[in-house]
């Protein structure tokens, strides 16, 4: 009988990306309400070096393949792999991470073994034995609560970057290693042609814990030199609203909204943007709004913590000012 | 060479969400369709090929009567047909079922690619292009910020967390656009284009033409569902800090270091 939880952890570059972390965390939580173990799988160039690790953040035993041809998420390697680790452990519930490649493993696993998905979960529990998990539809107009079909397996649930509490890791506890070999498919894979860094490794909105994000008052791209100094300063990236990436200003992966990137980060930083609707349904979670804007009426007033009604291009430097010398007493 | 668009209608950007009285999901009275936007996207990707390549650009939808609406836009973009499957049978499908039914119409279809937005703005679930590739046993490039196509290889420039990655894959494959509307900006539908759309072939059909049994799709073959829907807390329009320039921002460095404690 499937009992208990399995998360489907993102290696990349020598090391878990910090999802994998936050899904572990939660699927312990969920693991000891279900009253099962909970595993992992972990598919990676190199990744048995750091899979007992996993055990800091209560994670029981690592399922592990190690081999080249699994440096990049390619769906033809990881998925089959995947499936049949799931198959033969068979856990209750599998997390993974609402990434860029945890979506698309997810959602063919899912095609795979005929089962149910809810992605970008913010929220999960257990009801009567079984998951529950929340999630965000019209890009987070709308929350609703999903349950699994009777006899449903596995339940699937991918987490959005930044939102599950990730535990402090407990460094001593070390998780058990079953490493399998499998035999690769080695043709007519997905191409992985080249992978550029972002200049700066510039965070990714989505993992950000402070976004500041300028709108159609920034003028021109020239002004967005402010707002980097500012993120810079406060350990965070830079975004912007569908105006300043329509003008040409800031570039596509920068746009937060309904059709850009729905963000969740503790401090939003909004600056020169009105606040239309598309925009708000993108940055509404984060946990402290701040909007600077010289129009006392503008919309986004409607959901900040700390309003700034004056002009951004007086206000700015002297608020950046004033961040430096907090930042330099404390 | 052929391309297949699978394109939502989902509700306009600048819908108010209400709650519908079943409590599960949202009130549909009055609100004003739209394309997906991402779907959008692929279109205008779809009709470049028609232009550079001379492909045979194919819209695919399922959902109500209302989508014929949603298709014939696509076709005034450009688009040479359109096939709707309306089935009572399919509400209430969860995203494999929507997928099985999206794979059963394109294997009645010839297809060298399948276009695909990477989510659709209303369930926000990222996931039915995706299942089709698996359900089709074709590759998947993903929120695709560009393509080229050569040599019957696809070849797409797509974001990753922190990074930018070129992928390529044999076709037939199934690409999901991403990106954002200042990166494919597609075209409007012309007035001409809008009367040429009127005469250009629109296929209905129903499960029964795909050879789909009821019993697969629909709410009784959904694996998961939707218990409850509500609206988000309204977030409480907080403090306006008041003062000069000066005062202002002293004041909003203190809040938050102190109150908020994220500085
Ligand atoms: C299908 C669709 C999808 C969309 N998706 C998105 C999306 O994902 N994300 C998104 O952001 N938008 C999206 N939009 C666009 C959205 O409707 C708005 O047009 C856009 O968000 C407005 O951007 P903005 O706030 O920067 O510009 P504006 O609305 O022009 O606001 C500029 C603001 O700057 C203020 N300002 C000007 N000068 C100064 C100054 N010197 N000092 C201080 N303040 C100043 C003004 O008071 C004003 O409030 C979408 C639209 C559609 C139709
Ligand atoms: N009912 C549908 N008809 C046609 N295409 C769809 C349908 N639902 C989803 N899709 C396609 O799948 C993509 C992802 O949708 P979703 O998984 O719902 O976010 C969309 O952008 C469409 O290209």
Known sequence: ?330 | MDVIVLLKQVPDTETKIKIDADGKSIDTSDIKWIVNPYDEYAVEAALRLQESDGAMVTILSMGPERAVEAIRTALAMGADKGVLVDDPATEGSDALGKAKVLAAALRSMDFDLVFCGHRAVDDDENQVGIMVAELTGIPHLGMAVSIEVADGKARIERPLEGAKVTLEATMPALVTFGGAHAVWNPRYASLPGIMKAKKKPLEQKTLADLGVSPDEVGAQAAKMQVTSMGLPKERQAGRVLEGDTDEKAKELTRLLHEEAKVI
């Open chain 1, 1 to 330: 009988m499937a009992e208990g939880v399995c998360v489907i952890t993102e290696f990349r570059d020598g090391a878990f990306r910090r999802v994998s972390f936050e899904i572990a965390s939660e699927g312990r939580r969920l693991a000891d309400e279900l009253g099962g173990p909970l595993l992992a799988i972990a598919l990676g160039d190199g990744v048995t070096e750091v899979a007992p690790d996993l055990g800091g953040y209560g994670v029981e035993k690592v399922y592990v393949v190690d081999d080249p041809l699994l440096k990049d998420y390619r769906a033809e390697t990881y998925v089959p792999i995947a499936a049949e680790m799931l198959e033969s452990i068979e856990p209750k519930v599998v997390l993974s991470a609402g990434s860029v490649d945890g979506k698309d493993l997810s959602a063919r696993l899912a095609a795979r073994l005929e089962a149910g998905l809810a992605t970008d979960c913010t929220e999960l529990k257990i009801e009567g034995g079984a998951l529950a998990a929340k999630r965000p539809m019209y890009a987070g107009k709308a929350l609703a609560w999903c349950s699994w079909s009777e006899g449903a397996w596995p339940q699937m649930a991918t987490c959005r970057p930044n939102v599950m509490d990730c535990l402090p890791p407990d460094t001593a506890k070390k998780a058990e290693i079953e490493k399998t070999n499998v035999a690769l498919p080695g043709s007519n894979l997905t191409l992985v042609v080249k992978t550029e860094k972002e200049v700066g490794g510039k965070l990714d909105l989505t993992e950000a814990e402070t976004i500041v994000s300028g709108g159609r008052g920034m003028k021109g791209p020239e002004n967005f030199a402010m707002l980097e100094e500012l993120a810079t300063l406060l350990g965070g990236t830079v975004g912007a609203s569908r105006s300043a990436v329509d003008s040409g200003w800031r570039p596509h992966a920068d746009q937060v909204g309904q059709t850009g990137k729905v963000v969740t980060p503790t401090l939003y930083i909004a600056v020169g943007i009105s606040g239309a609707i598309q925009h708000l349904a993108g940055m509404s979670s984060s946990k402290y709004i701040v909007a600077v804007n010289k129009d006392p009426e503008a919309p986004i007033f409607s959901k900040t913590d700390y309003g700034v009604v004056d002009d951004l291009f007086r206000f700015l430097p002297v608020f950046i000012e004033e961040v430096k010398t907090l930042k330099s007493t404390c």
